[in-house]
């Protein structure tokens, strides 16, 4: 035990490296592999009150808002994105509900997914076909659609992000 003090209230993003303890998470003071990264902020809460919070992690940034108000806007270079894992506590009070939690991907962009369904195929190469000599199918940014972009699209033909 590192220390047993009080929770302050609101909300704090903490990293953990590696091994830790539940007094690092617990408390005002940070313990054995356990770091803030920012926060309190938020305030208390209320019983019997929902809130919708919003996790936004990019390579880097964190944003956090609370029923649409920002809590946080973090830059935090050692946050690589897509590592790691996502946990919610709610030491200092009973009766915590988390309903409806639903992790949504950022889709990966991919310019000669024309109809932005994930993956390039047929679709794609009928809007590119479709928007041949004009610049909407353009993918080389020389504001006209021609067989340099065919070849991009038939480059990347398949699912994005592959």
């Known amino acids: 035990m590192i220390n047993d003090d009080t929770a302050e209230a609101g909300l704090k993003i903490k990293r953990i490296n590696g091994s830790y303890t539940w007094d690092g998470l617990w408390g005002g003071t940070d313990g054995i592999g356990v770091s803030t990264i920012v926060g309190p902020a938020g305030g208390g809460w209320t019983a019997g009150t929902v809130y919708h919070f919003v996790l936004d992690l990019s390579p880097g940034h964190i944003v956090v808002t609370r029923d649409g108000a920002p809590l946080f806007d973090v830059l935090d270079p050692e946050y690589a994105g897509a590592q ?3 946990a919610l506590y709610g030491f200092s009070q009973d009766n915590i ?5 639903c992790i949504t991907p950022t889709p990966t962009f991919c310019p000669a997914d024309f109809n932005h369904d994930g993956v390039i195929n047929a679709s794609d190469l009928a809007i590119l076909l ?3 000599g004009t610049a909407s199918g353009d993918l080389t940014d020389d504001r006209t659609t ?3 972009d065919l ?3 038939l ?5 994005c992000g592959r």
């Open 84 to 86: 790691g894992s996502i």
């Open 151 to 153: 070849a991009i699209l």
């Open 130 to 132: 479709g928007a041949w």
């Open 97 to 101: 509900i988390l309903a409806n939690v």
């Open 146 to 148: 021609n067989a340099q």
């Open 155 to 159: 480059g990347a033909w398949g699912a």
